[in-house]
Structures are given as C-alpha cells and as structure tokens.
C-alpha cells in the first residue's frame, strides 16, 4: 500500500514538473566569471552575472540548432527572452568573481531571433593572402576594402584588430587557426587574393581571383573561388572595383549558404483581433506592450471599444498561422483562449 502510494506520488511530482515546464517555458543553466580590475568588485559582479545569463541563453539555442556556428552573439537585447532566473552560486577565487544562474526562458526558436532582436552580431575575424600583381597595392587598403565589404553585409570585425595582434606577423596556417580558437570571433574567413593586371590600348585591363575558405572552431566550409575582371583608364581603379566585384559575389554566397543575415525586408501582415473579458484596460496593453517588446507585432492599434471588449489591428511579420502559434505560447502567461476565423482573431482572457 505504501509503494503504491509512493509510487503515485512520484507520478504527480513528475507530472507538476511536466507542467510547469510547459508554462513557464524552458529551464536552462549558465555559467560566467569576470576579472576584478583596481579593486572593482562590483563590475566584476555585474560582469560575471551578464556573461551567466548570456550563457544560459546560448545553452538554451544550442539545444535548438545541431550547428552551434548558426547561433548569432548573445548581447543583451537577447534578455527580453529571460522570464526570470535565479543566482544558484556566486563566489571569489584568484581575483575572479564566478557566477552560476538558472534562468527561465520564454520560448522562441533559432529563426525567430533575425526579426525579434534589432541588431544581429556575428563577429568575424580574416587574414588576406596576397600574391599576383595585388602586391603592388597597400596592405592596409586591402584590409580595410575587405573590412568594409564584411560589415555592409551586418557581419561584425569588432576583433579584427585584437587577432591581428595576435597573429604577431605569423601567418603560418597553424598560428592563423590557433589565434582563431583564442579569439571572439564566432567564423574566420582566410583570403586569398591574386590578380593580373595588363595595359591594352591605354586601359587598365584587371583579371581577378578570390579564394576564400572560411572556418568556425569545429567547422570547415567548401572553398568559395570567384574570377572577375575589370577595365578602366587607371590599373588602381579597375584593380579595386574588380575586388569589390569579386567581394560582393562572395559575401552573397556567404549569407544565402553560411551566415544568415537579418532579413529587414519582410512582408508586413495586418490582422484583426477583438479582446474580451479583461479586467481593465491596463491588463490590454500590458499585454499588447508584451507582444510588441517580444517582437511578434510591429504594432497595433485601437479600432474601437465594444463595451467589455476591444476591436484592434496588429501588424506583424508572420503570417496568419505562425502569428497563431505565437500567440499560443503566451495563453498560459496572461491566461486567456484563442479563437479564430478568417475575418477576426478571438482573444478572451480568464480571469
């Protein structure tokens, strides 16, 4: 009688566990220290407490995405995804302040976040090779043409100059990969560069050719080769339009087969939703402030008052389906039901 009843009340703890994890999302564990610099204890803290919550918010992605290199930098605005997390540890060893947190995470999945964060940060870092008669034009230019291409695309060097400090003028491959592994940089792009530039007729006539193989810690993608050509009166300006060329057919490769970029040309959606049931007004716009904090409406508006309802509008980027699920995940958190039909989107609250 006592195993039964043991046994049945493992069953409901099991199930109690069950549920709540289906309502208050997913639980996740992070982990981050921080330096104390001059005695500043309390940056450290706080430092080491954003590194654990960053953590935890990757650890909650990775278990979303078999390929981690899919997954952007956590910066803060990742936080609006944190319901609430909890200290588990906290403690001070060789002037290092250690964090350990478990946070409760609003579900969203890998794809939602190129809309729902503002700003997407993929930290690069490159070496360029040069060989041909591109070693006729400035190290420095070349850099910084290469540089520029990778951030028009929202790929981010902050780092570039942290690695090549690094690299100390050793380029052997071995250092290239071993200074990577050591940086922050989340891919690394290794460029060769070789061109051809001949006078014909007193133009400049440029052939070009760019190799790029590009690597995460765990990861090496297929070779990227690209040949263009360029004429023009001067050989410094067909040579630098040819690599801008060559820059722009690359870098587009990249983002449709390797990095994904931030789409901020999306169809916008309008749909109709009429509220009912809510206590007061404010519980509506907590509510709608909600929805557009979490990026699932772009905005909304009043159409009018229906006594203990409300007729709005709501622009979004998903379509009508997988705006539907969005707002399936938040019924438990403001406790309503949801219905719809073709015309409108029912929402009544519970209380």
């Not at 409901?12 to 639980?27: A, R």
């Amino acid at each position: 009688m006592e195993n039964k009843k043991l046994c049945s009340n493992i069953l409901i703890i099991l199930l109690f566990s069950f549920c709540c994890q289906n309502i208050y999302g997913k639980i996740v564990q992070g982990e981050g220290f921080a330096v104390i610099h001059d005695g500043g204890m309390k940056i450290a803290e706080m430092k080491a407490k954003e590194v654990a919550l960053k953590d935890g918010i990757f650890n909650y992605l990775k278990e979303k995405t078999p390929n981690t290199y899919n997954i952007p930098e956590i910066t803060e605005e990742f936080f609006k995804f944190l319901k609430s997390y909890k200290i588990t540890s906290r403690y001070v060893k060789d002037y290092k302040v250690y964090y350990s947190i478990r946070a409760d995470i609003i579900d969203f999945s890998i794809e939602d976040i190129y809309y729902l964060i503002d700003k997407i940060m993929t930290p690069v870092v490159y070496i360029i090779n040069i060989k041909g008669d591109s070693e006729g034009f400035a190290e420095k230019d070349l850099y910084e043409a290469v540089g520029n291409k990778l951030k028009s695309a929202n790929l981010d060097i902050k780092y570039e100059k942290d690695y090549l400090f690094a690299l100390n003028d050793n380029r052997e491959f071995d250092n290239v990969i071993t200074e990577f592994a050591n940086s922050k940089g989340y891919y690394l792009f290794i460029i060769s560069l070789d061109s051809d530039i001949n006078i014909i007729d007193n133009e400049s006539y440029c052939r070009l050719e760019l190799i790029t193989n590009i690597y995460t810690r765990s990861h090496k993608f297929n070779t990227i080769k690209v040949i263009v050509t360029d004429i023009n009166e001067f050989s410094d300006r067909a040579f630098f339009s040819a690599l801008n060329k060559a820059l722009d057919k690359m870098i587009g490769y990249v983002s449709e087969n390797i990095i994904k970029i931030k789409d901020v040309n999306r169809e916008i959606f309008s749909y109709n939703i009429l509220l009912s049931d809510y206590k007061k007004y404010a519980d509506v716009y907590n509510f709608l402030d909600f929805l557009k904090n979490m990026g699932v409406v772009n905005d909304y508006g009043i159409d009018k008052y229906l006594g203990n309802s409300i007729n709005l509008f709501v622009k979004t980027i998903y379509k009508r389906e997988d705006f539907l699920d969005k707002l399936k995940n938040y019924r438990d958190r403001f406790n309503y039901e949801i219905g719809w039909d073709d015309k409108i989107i029912n929402i009544r609250f519970l209380f």
